[in-house]
């Protein structure tokens, strides 16, 4: 009986390394997160606590992929982090030999 307490406690370890994410992100990110055949495949996901013209961070991924890299690569935020209000232009997203990529789009 004393084998349950121990094997609930060690599940527990494991489904919180599961849910920890790997913020910041590696520079380029695994094969099957940004696969694409052309730019209307990518999405953009922000994954830092602020956006890209802020100080986060940017990644474009497969559209079908955007909530994994989610869930494993942003930025765990703490209650009332202020972040600047800096406006830059919009993403373009693109694909460059079957991998997403980003560039800024004009300003308007």
Do not use: H
Not at 34 to 45: I, Q, R, Y
Not at 48 to 71: I, K, P
């Amino acid at each position: 009986m004393r084998l349950i307490p121990g094997l609930v406690a060690l599940l527990g370890m494991v489904l919180l390394l599961a849910c920890n994410p790997q913020y910041p992100p590696p520079e380029e990110l695994p094969a099957e997160y940004t696969a694409c055949d052309g730019p209307e495949d990518c999405t953009v996901v922000e994954l830092g606590c602020c956006d890209a013209c802020n100080g986060g961070t940017a990644r474009s991924v497969a559209s079908d992929q955007a909530d994994a890299v989610t869930d494993r690569y942003s930025e765990q935020c703490q209650p009332g982090y202020g972040c600047n209000l800096m406006g830059c232009a919009a993403w373009l997203t693109t694909c460059d030999e079957g991998v997403c990529g980003l560039e800024r789009g004009d300003l308007l």
